[in-house]
């Protein structure tokens, strides 16, 4: 398998070798999103290998099995903690994110409420829940809860205005639409459940609750797509260099994905030229673009050196034909803020500005939470 996958590169000059592998290190760190300009400027995958092989750094190739889920742990670790139910706070151009509004009687009495919920006395919490809000109006805490008594009180419609006050007060907590969602879905207004939950993907985008709830209710007719991207491969240092790491059972596409990884572990100066900082430890869309764009490239040489011979046999794919798909409608950009930089930054879709988190929804309706067939 080794040889054959290598045999696709052979034109781009790349040597081998083999040892252990070791984890991937980052530090805390903010997100970032690729320039335009930035993106016009992507290493074609020629130009990855020729950079890597004109370069002084040592760089190796490894082929090694990977995990279930691919080495997205090791390429996207977390760095940043999410703020609970956060607020958008714009000033201008900024955007940072804050604390819900809190109110201590209010939390008392929801504390209070807490008990009969959980044994199901949904008219006594409710009561509880109705002064919350009335202590507290803009709490949308008190506002969730007090919905939620509602609607496993078997009253969608109440609790569907109870949520859509919560989404007013706070349009940024995922929440107040998920809810929302929730309690359409409940009431069959399909189409509007659907747009509901869009808005709480946008803002939460590994959001496991709605996972879970569609799984458990076929009914709503709704189900959300596995994840494009399942990496097979990544880049690690070593005593000597840098190694790109692959899983050859899937092909050539994450062969040229570790090399391009490589590249960016190993050359701080190329990282400098695309994104105008030289460190390692800040996520950015430019590097996961050039690499997804490398992922295609390598997977496009296979398909057409498979035509040529027969005898090349690696697992399938359906990830990589998805995002050939998602590039050629020019949304890649879309994909890596929706699957990747969330799981560096929970939150990293909140700060994103109006156009930006409209285009992020016209993907989500698009390629992630579709109708079930």
């Known amino acids: 398998m080794h040889r054959i996958l290598l045999s696709l590169f052979l034109s781009l000059t790349l040597g081998c070798a083999s040892t252990t592998a070791s984890t991937r290190s980052a530090a805390p760190s903010q997100t970032a999103q690729a320039a335009p300009g930035e993106l016009e400027r992507l290493l074609s995958l020629k130009e990855i290998f020729e950079r890597m092989e004109a370069s002084s750094v040592k760089y190796e190739l490894r082929e090694k099995d990977s995990p279930p889920g691919g080495w997205a742990d090791a390429l996207w670790p977390q760095r940043v903690e999410p703020v609970p139910y956060a607020r958008v706070v714009r000033e201008g151009s900024t955007a940072t994110l804050a604390p819900p509004h809190y109110d ?8 209070e409420a807490e008990p009969h919920y959980q044994a199901d ?17 803009r709490c949308v805490n008190a506002w969730i809860f007090r919905g939620d008594a509602a609607l496993f009180s078997d009253k969608p419609e109440e609790a569907l205005g109870y949520y859509h006050r919560a989404a007013e007060l706070n349009p940024d907590d995922y929440r107040g639409h998920f809810f929302q969602g929730h309690a359409l879905a409940r009431l069959g207004r399909r189409a509007e459940a659907r747009e ?9 985008p590994r959001l496991p609750t709605l996972r879970k709830l569609l799984e458990a209710n076929p009914g709503f007719g709704l189900v959300i797509t596995p994840d494009v991207v399942v990496p097979r491969g990544f880049a690690e240092r070593t005593e000597t260099g840098v190694a790109a790491t692959y899983d ?20 701080p100066s190329h990282r400098k030229e ?16 050039e690499c997804l764009n490398a992922a295609l490239s390598g997977h496009e040489l296979e398909k057409t050196k498979k035509k040529e011979d027969t005898t090349i046999q690696t697992i399938p794919d359906k990830g990589l034909e998805r995002l050939e798909r998602i590039a050629e409608a020019g949304m890649a950009d879309m994909l890596v803020l929706f699957e990747l930089a969330p799981r560096v930054h929970p939150q990293a879709t909140l700060t994103i500005s109006a156009d930006v988190r409209q285009r992020l929804r016209a993907y989500v309706l698009e390629y992630v939470l579709l109708e079930r067939d």
């Open 248 to 267: 050859g059972h899937y092909g050539a596409a994450w062969l040229a994905f570790a090399a391009c990884k490589a590249l960016w572990m190993g050359e």
């Open 104 to 111: 201590p009687e209010s939390e008392r009495l929801l504390a």
């Open 274 to 289: 695309m994104t105008g900082s030289d460190s390692d430890s800040r996520f950015t869309s430019t590097e996961e673009l």
């Open 196 to 204: 509901a939950f869009a808005s709480a993907l946008v803002l939460n």
């Open 121 to 137: 006395r949904f008219d006594e919490a409710a009561k509880l829940y109705a002064r919350a809000t009335e202590v507290c109006p």
